[in-house]
């Protein structure tokens, strides 16, 4: 007979629960595996862009970020970026980016799910965010897109994580959007989206409106912080001083000088045909531009006041020339193909290289070192294979196309319009007001970025509002739900 010293494995009990973590796992995957590829190969596309550039891109507006800003643009950006310099370097920087984009896509996917999409859909829904070799180059850069859309997709998750409209959510998305002003100052137009939200899903009006006014406070708040701070800082009480400047590149490009009234004052900016034809961005910021001698007088109020009346001018005679110029513009997001019209920012800036891309004489070889010298990441380098791989794949298909994003607009506007009627269930209602929020914010944003210039980069922000908009459309109209079989959430 055995002592019990001498019995056998398989005379001891067995733990039942040693292996539910790796078939709970298992089965996870199992049910999400499309998620998951889309995330491995989002992963693996970052960790290429990390190796092909190093320590990070840097962008001619890069200096107003890492130095004392020329107050054209907010630079909330400047606070992460700072803190993460202050511990680490450069290539930190870029790889928290790339988490952030992963996050987001991670992030566009539960909620979808949790608003009712099938799960196919919602892996749809995240895909461009993965994917696009232009949301990816931003990632790699010193500039703030993935830091903006980042707060985009927080804002929108905390307001759709539960059906309703709870106090708490409302505020914290409030503060999380109007946060986003302070990094981008075009993410002032997503007030208006959120309002309207608040509008339609509230119950009677009282709380309406209280619940819209909260909104409000809490989006105005880190709006009110940035420019209290900015003028203890010696600096103006606002998000920036662009103004109107900003108008006189898209008013310029499109007036018809000859036919113009106009004091004799102002007559000196308009354009003359050559440079005309160069666009908004030139008119607006070239040293070249007509704009620029007004701006070397000393009194800048008196300026600004003659570029406002330029401005109102152009607009009210010749009405029809900047709506035609701005329709252009709004439709071009919907290209088969990525390209720069005449006029239009290059968007070979944005565009991988073969080579390490310097941008003199504001970021510049010897701008670059000295940032690198202050804040580490090593010196600039470049894996032509990597680099080579990553061009192709941006410039030969790998962005969201064209289409696709017209599609998502049909059926993202479709899927809003169905809160209005009075015989949706309540789960799709709840999808078609997720659908409201996220196209109304993707409209908001693109229609008043068009309003200055047309650029590629300001069309980022569509892979993670009209795109999930888009996909909640398709769901609410297509009444496409989650397999009733049994699986993971």
């Not at 109007?178 to 939200?197: D, H, I, K, M, R």
């Not at 000859?258 to 666009?279: N, T």
């Not at 809160?419 to 209602?429: E, F, I, S, Y």
């Amino acid at each position: 007979m055995l002592d019990h010293s001498q019995a056998t494995a398989a005379d001891q009990p067995v733990d039942q629960s040693a292996g539910q973590p790796a078939r709970r796992a298992g089965a996870f995957l199992r049910w999400h595996w499309l998620a998951a590829v889309l995330l491995t190969a989002g992963l693996v596309l970052r960790v290429l862009a990390e190796l092909a550039y190093r320590p990070a891109l840097f962008y001619i507006d890069t200096p107003r970020y890492l130095l004392n800003a020329d107050g054209m643009d907010p630079v909330g950006y400047k606070g992460p970026l700072r803190a993460i310099l202050a511990v680490a370097n450069f290539e930190t920087v870029t790889a928290v980016q790339h988490l952030l984009g992963l996050a987001m896509a991670v992030v566009i996917y539960v909620l979808l799910r949790r608003r009712g999409v099938n799960r196919w859909l919602a892996a749809l829904a995240m895909a461009p965010v993965l994917l696009d070799g232009y949301q990816l180059q931003s990632e790699q850069s010193i500039m703030p897109g993935t830091w903006f859309e980042a707060l985009i997709v927080a804002g929108l998750a905390v307001l759709l994580w539960r059906p309703g409209t709870g106090w708490r959510r409302l505020l914290a998305a409030g503060v999380l959007l109007g946060a986003s002003a302070t990094v981008a100052q075009v993410g002032e137009a997503l007030l208006l989206p959120v309002v309207l939200y608040v509008l339609v899903a509230s119950d009677g009006w009282r709380q309406r409106i209280a619940k819209a006014a909260a909104v409000c406070g809490a989006f105005a708040l880190p709006i009110v912080a940035y420019m209290a701070g900015s003028q203890a800082l010696g600096g103006p009480f606002a998000l920036s001083h662009t103004g109107v400047t900003s108008f006189y590149g898209r008013m310029a490009a499109a007036a018809d000088c000859p036919a113009l009234k106009l004091p004799a004052a102002e007559r000196g900016l308009c354009p003359s045909p050559a440079q005309q034809a160069e666009g908004p961005d030139w008119l607006e910021y070239n040293q070249g531009s007509p704009v620029r001698a007004y701006y070397n007088r000393p009194d800048r109020a008196a300026t600004d006041a003659q570029l406002s009346n330029f401005n109102h001018q152009v607009l009210t005679q010749q009405p029809l020339r900047v709506l035609r110029a701005y329709g252009r513009d709004v439709l071009k997001l919907y290209a088969v193909s990525r390209t720069t019209s005449p006029g239009d920012t290059p968007i070979w800036r944005w565009q991988f290289k073969t080579y390490y891309p310097y941008y003199p004489p504001h970021a510049g070889p010897a701008q670059v070192r000295a940032w690198i010298n202050r804040w580490g990441g090593g010196a600039p380098a470049v894996c032509s294979p990597v680099a080579s791989f990553l061009r192709s794949y941006q410039l030969d298909g790998g962005y969201a196309p064209g289409p696709l994003l017209a599609l998502f607009t049909v059926t993202g506007l479709a899927g809003s319009l169905a809160v209005a009627r009075r015989r949706l269930d309540p789960a799709r209602r709840q999808t078609a007001l997720a659908c409201l929020l996220f196209f109304a914010s993707a409209a908001g944003l693109l229609l008043v970025s068009d309003l200055f210039e047309f650029s590629w980069r300001y069309q980022l922000p569509a892979l993670v509002t009209l795109v999930p908009a888009g996909v909640l459309g398709l769901s609410v109209l297509f009444q496409v739900p989650f397999r009733r079989r049994s699986g993971p959430a």
